[in-house]
């Protein structure tokens, strides 16, 4: 994304601020057009002046806020409501399996097949690709860090001594556990502690990023209850 | 900036002319095909000049969405963030349908009224 300039920033910000006692998915549907809006308005236009008046030609914020309260009523016919809490809950599942999809699949599936740690994450995965809720270029940042979720840093050996006992207990009884006994590794402490907290927070991250996109997109209905905010 | 001349009621004038009918001129565009806001906006404004102001053809969108006539999906774009593309829903284009029915004989109406200056 473009950086945005300081007075699409400001024009924004007015808008959000116009938009508080809006429903919360108008507010986000508004934010997300406009910004979009700005942001090619932003890369055509030729100078400062250009921009000044792209953005006037956009109208007041509090306009388009006021558009939203009341503006015309068009007639809807039988309403399909296509995404909703449903979508929502579906994508909470996804990045649950992204990140922790290998430790569940291995709790459930290692001992009936070795590559039973696998498929939790692999239906992650495949729950991210057919998801309408993120593009292409989300998906493969979601599929990359990490392969196998947190678990894949943990099985690389770089689990410092003071957070294996924690990590232990989820996977008693897998295969994998003997790696995880807090001794022997190729990193010193000082390096392999903070590499392994960044390895675990990277996926976490994804997600909570993922999740979020994906909630500012939801298309919901206001006689549905809006979930997570 | 003009304050209540006459250019500020023809303002006024149209917006009301405008109310009804935009959104069902949203649903004929997105009829031949998808666009996404920045271009349906130049769509409305410039090819058609309908006149209206750019921004308030957002929140136009956003309910046209919630009532399930138009849906969108977020694509990417060679240049810059994702877009969200609009396009029109079976409900959609029934209301497209349901709105050409009406609005044809309402239009003839009017005209035939105003060009005779109507019944003395």
Not at chain 1, 2 to 30: Q, S
Not at chain 1, 46 to 70: C, F, K
Not at chain 2, 61 to 84: A, C
Request: aromatic share 6%.
């Amino acid at each position: 994304m473009t950086e945005p300039h300081p007075l699409v920033a400001a024009y924004l910000r007015r808008l959000d601020a116009a938009t508080t006692d809006l429903p919360p998915e108008v507010g986000e549907d508004l934010h997300a057009d406009v910004s979009g809006h700005l942001d090619q308005a932003q890369r055509e236009a030729v100078d400062e002046a250009d921009l000044r008046t792209r953005i006037d030609r956009l109208g007041p914020p509090e306009a388009i806020a006021a558009e939203a309260r009341g503006g015309p009523q068009p007639a809807a016919t039988t309403p399909s409501r296509r995404a909703g809490p449903n979508s929502s809950r579906r994508d909470g599942l996804t990045v649950v399996l992204l990140v922790f999809g290998t430790i569940i699949g291995g709790v459930v599936l290692l001992p009936i097949a070795p590559v039973g740690a696998l498929l939790g994450w692999v239906a992650g995965v495949v729950l991210l690709w057919t998801s309408p809720s993120w593009p292409a270029g989300e998906k493969v940042l979601g599929t990359l860090v990490w392969p196998g979720g947190i678990a894949a840093p943990l099985l690389l050996g770089l689990v410092g001594g003071r957070t294996c006992t924690g990590v232990t207990d989820i996977v008693d009884g897998v295969e994998v556990a003997s790696e995880m006994t807090c001794e022997g590794f190729a990193l010193p402490p000082w390096l392999g502690i903070p590499v392994m907290i960044a390895a675990v927070a990277a996926p976490i991250l994804v997600a909570g990023v993922l999740l979020r996109r994906a909630d500012r997109r939801r298309a919901s209905s206001p006689s549905l209850p809006v979930t997570s905010r | 900036m003009r304050h209540m001349e006459p250019g500020e009621e023809r303002e006024q004038r149209l917006i009301q002319l405008r109310r009804g009918a935009l959104p069902h001129c949203v649903l004929a565009i997105l009829a031949d095909g998808e666009h996404y806001g920045f271009e349906l906006v130049g769509l409305l404004t410039e090819t058609y000049d309908l006149g209206t102001s750019e921004g308030t053809i957002y929140p136009l969108l956003s309910r046209l969405r919630r009532d399930g006539l138009v849906e969108t999906s977020w694509r990417e774009s060679e240049s810059g963030p994702p877009r969200r593309y609009y396009r029109l829903t079976d409900a959609g284009r029934r209301a497209l349908e349901a709105f050409k029915d009406d609005w044809r004989p309402f239009r003839d109406a009017v005209d035939a009224l105003l060009d005779t200056g109507g019944p003395r």
